[in-house]
């Protein structure tokens, strides 16, 4: 078939003039990590990867057979936007006391929920509030929207500091859209916000008028298998909450949801609609029959036992290897530790020096909005096998100390 | 658990201030139409729903069960934003000659691929150019995107109207960004562009340095199994191509595509990093185990035959219902009548009416940009059984002539 007009590069210059936004949205450091380590030499705690041994592949395979025979082609056919009823319903049952499946929209996972309600509220130049630092993938996809980032620093062990907080919105002519926060196991830090943080920051965002939109991808996966309250159980109508079955199920699947008031709900049906019309059919019917199945609960507690065990094999290989050196801190859940360095040790450059003898991990300035702090680095335990631990942390230990040795 | 703050419906009204963006983007009118259809009163010719019965769900049972097995956890953890690279390969190699994997971009669908492209190349206020009908779902989410809409009107059985095309191109100060048009079985009109019009548009692209968005969705499935030769095909390096699997397989799966030079895949794969991370892991297999094999040719006969066993069915029907008082026209392809009633007939009355008497179809004026005309309805046939479509086309001669003595 012969092309009517000849072909060269200079055609794409000269006809595609791309969008102001696409220069605005950062590569996500980590997904581009991803794609490096492919490589059979490298051993990577850079992605926040679930263990793959986990997967109940045989239980999904099954409900696969078992929903396709029952359900037929409904579980192929186009679907309703708002996503599976009998899902959104146990959804709502399970995290949200005196909400309904009305309140619930799925989505593809977190990272789309981001995105939709980065769509819903953020106008150019809206104030948002962000933790300082905060996860990767939210920068991202809300830097897309170009908003103007607030950050209030993450106080270890407490929460955010809500000095800084009251301050934004007691000192700012435009209110800011929202607070965006990680309170369980947070993304990077691991940290979670105590109590009192959680009420202080609820107190503000009721005098304020300001929605508070609270991010659960880690609230199930705390090692003890408690948590305090959530922000939207103490201020349900000023709380928008996502969460995910990425960390507790499959990332593959590609299903998470928010929980939102009504009205709201009414919008993000809209926005969804045009972005992707609904999320697959079957993957929410995956999720619906395990999850609400009697295995659900069983699969968590191994999830955590064995993300536990991880975390003090973790712990004890970096407290071994260092000494008593670095203040290394024990994660109580989630999927991180957070390695504080000597001020004086930047993490690009340690991140950088750590690649090239194959290890791979995500440098702590890849978290933060406004001024970097740059000695941190981010290591997930969850994926990689008590070997590859061990030798990763022995790598990252010569790293740093040839570093430490180049400075002196 | 207890509250922190008393509950009330002000509360959100107070807080929550969406963005300017959640106003224009209009509601789906078929998406709000299906919702209305459940009853099971009402015979339904709204959607563009592939038909139930010929979904390989053995065939996609089979292929889960074997992939799981062998591919194991792969196929349920974070996978590459740019999506599965044998279903890339297979894409280029199937449809797009002297192109590769790389200049493909996996979607969750076609409607996610026009989000991706709108993300691309809309800024506020930019031309782009769509023909006068065009699809619904691609009007929707480009609104979204505030961009300032031109049409050019489809001259039936010929194509857009390339005078009007050049006018823009030739008189605008602000080049448009591209002209989004679907040159096979269009959705609404069932009409395709003829070669000299597929030229001539390509001769207008390349002079003028116009990208053309490209949307094959219904390509495979014409009658006679042949098609005039594609954009991309005419013109490589100015035509972005996007496709879908939910016509040929399964619209619940949620797999598409996108063909772009290479520097707009390399954008488009951080802009969709930031949507969602990455589509399905599983869904992009089944698909790709199920094309590559020799079932899928074998597949796409069948429907091509049962659609247009359907379409003469539903023609039939027409012709003995309404005798010769209207000019029906016989599709070569698609899923779609474009049903033309004289021009005293307004179509959102007749389709409000027939809505009362259990019948769905689509107003022809939801499908315009500009002065909308006001005279079609769109009347999908692929999905209803025969019987139904008798019962409809009876019920919809009813309230046509009910219509047509109220004006007389």
Chains 1, 2 share one sequence.
């Not at 072909?7 to 210059?13: L, V, W």
């Not at 991202?140 to 950050?151: A, C, D, E, I, R």
């Not at 029959?289 to 065990?309: A, N």
Request: hydrophobic share 35%; with cysteine; net charge negative.
């Amino acid at each position: 078939m012969s092309k009517l007009i000849t072909r060269s590069e200079s055609n794409f210059a000269e006809s595609f003039r791309p969008s102001s936004r696409t220069s605005k949205t950062p590569v996500s450091v980590t997904r581009d990590i991803l794609k490096v380590i492919d490589s059979p030499n490298v051993i990577s705690f850079a992605g926040g990867l679930p263990d793959d041994s986990l997967f109940p592949i045989q239980e999904l395979t099954e409900i696969f057979q078992n929903s396709a025979l029952q359900k037929g082609s409904k579980l192929f056919q186009y679907a309703d936007t708002q996503g599976h009823p009998e899902l959104r319903a146990w959804i709502a049952e399970r995290y949200y006391p005196d909400s309904s499946a009305e309140e619930i929209i799925i989505t593809s996972a977190s990272q789309q929920a981001l995105d939709l309600i980065s769509r819903y509220f953020i106008e150019e130049n809206s104030n948002i509030v962000l933790e300082r630092p905060s996860y990767l993938g939210a920068i991202q996809v809300f830097s897309s929207y170009s908003p103007n980032f607030l950050g209030v620093d993450y106080e270890k062990e407490e929460g955010p500091n809500t000095d800084q907080l009251e301050y934004i919105l007691r000192s700012y002519s435009e209110k800011p859209k929202f607070f965006y926060c990680v309170p369980d196991f947070q993304n990077p830090s691991g940290h979670s916000y105590s109590s009192k943080s959680r009420e202080r920051i609820c107190e503000l965002s009721s005098s304020y008028g300001l929605p508070l939109l609270e991010d659960t991808a880690y609230r199930e996966l705390s090692f003890s298998g408690s948590m305090p309250v959530s922000l939207y159980n103490l201020n349900p109508d000023r709380t928008v909450s996502i969460g995910t079955f990425s960390k507790t199920l499959s990332p593959g699947l590609r299903v998470g949801w928010i929980r939102a008031p009504k009205p709201m709900i009414k919008d993000l049906i809209v926005q969804k609609q045009s972005m992707d019309l609904h999320s697959p059919t079957m993957n929410q019917e995956l999720v619906f029959q395990f999850v609400s199945s009697d295995k659900y609960e069983t699969h968590l507690s191994k999830i955590r036992e064995v993300y536990q065990r991880k975390a003090v094999h973790t712990f004890n290989c970096l407290e071994k290897t260092f000494g008593a050196t670095l203040p290394f801190e024990m994660p109580k859940g989630g999927l991180f530790f957070w390695l504080e360095f000597p001020k004086r040790i930047d993490t690009d450059l340690l991140f950088r020096k750590c690649l090239e003898k194959g290890l791979a991990t995500v440098p702590g300035s890849a978290f933060y909005i406004g001024d970097q702090i740059r000695n941190h680095l981010r290591w997930n335990f969850s994926n990689a096998s008590e070997q590859e631990t061990e030798q990763g942390i022995q790598r990252l230990f010569e790293v740093y100390s040839s570093l430490l040795a180049d400075q002196e």
